[in-house]
T-cell receptor
Framework: QKEVEQDPGPLSVPEGAIVSLNCTYSNSAFQYFMWYRQYSRKGPELLMYTYSSGNKEDGRFTAQVDKSSKYISLFIRDSQPSDSATYLCATQLITQGGSEKLVFGKGTKLTVNP | GAVVSQHPSWVICKSGTSVKIECRSLDFQATTMFWYRQFPKQSLMLMATSNEGSKATYEQGVEKDKFLINHASLTLSTLTVTSAHPEDSSFYIC???????????FGPGTRLTVT
């Protein structure tokens, strides 16, 4: 079982739709949960991060973590064509040596059609 | 703030040659830099972590003699792919973490093609 599982899609929605992106993880030691957005041939850009279970909202984006079920979600409201990108979930743990390590999902490619 | 640049953005080299990729933090001091590799339709895989002035720590399965990492200053890290082979063709992305900043900030990536 991979440490972070994410459905790669692709996912295609009409403009204005609510988008739901999801990941599951297996390691209870993961401490932070993040969502990155990656445009084609570009590096990932940090969108949001959370530490505890619950919701965190930032504009049209809501990140949700359920540690009991090891489930991470990102919701995008009123989706726009400019939201078209690959969305990667990531989890962070601190290794025994004290260094941090990010573990990424495969990414979900989202297309928002005008 | 938190801008990370990479150079070159793409490179083509012949099998057996070496290629150096630079990663710079432009507006903050990067106490730690990370190098990732991303194959098509795959997730980013951490290759190594480096702290300024220290030897890099490589992930299991990554050959340290093939992927040489130098983090000589708080704003610059380099990755040298030595004796490159076609299977090394990939998208290489660096990230940087600053003091008192949360998270890693990623560079735009370098696409390496080995012919």
């Amino acid at each position: 079982q991979k440490e972070v599982e994410q459905d790669p899609g692709p996912l295609s929605v009409p403009e204005g739709a609510i988008v739901s992106l999801n990941c599951t993880y297996s390691n209870s030691a993961f401490q932070y949960f993040m969502w990155y957005r990656q445009y084609s041939r570009k590096g990932p850009e940090l969108l949001m991060y959370t530490y505890s279970s619950g919701n965190k909202e930032d504009g049209r984006f809501t990140a949700q973590v359920d540690k009991s079920s090891k489930y991470i979600s990102l919701f995008i409201r009123d989706s726009q064509p400019s939201d078209s990108a690959t969305y990667l979930c990531a989890t962070q743990l601190i290794t025994q040596g004290g260094s941090e390590k990010l573990v990424f999902g495969k990414g979900t490619k989202l297309t928002v059609n005008p | 703030g938190a801008v990370v640049s990479q150079h070159p953005s793409w490179v083509i080299c012949k099998s057996g040659t070496s290629v150096k990729i630079e990663c710079r933090s432009l507006d903050f001091q990067a106490t730690t830099m990370f190098w990732y590799r991303q194959f098509p339709k795959q997730s980013l895989m951490l290759m190594a972590t480096s702290n300024e002035g220290s030897k890099a720590t490589y992930e299991q399965g990554v050959e340290k003699d093939k992927f040489l990492i130098n983090h000589a200053s708080l704003t610059l890290s380099t990755l040298t792919v030595t004796s490159a082979h076609p299977e090394d063709s990939s998208f290489y992305i660096c990230s940087a973490r600053g003091r008192n900043r949360f998270g890693q900030y990623f560079g735009p990536g370098t696409r390496l093609t080995v012919t």
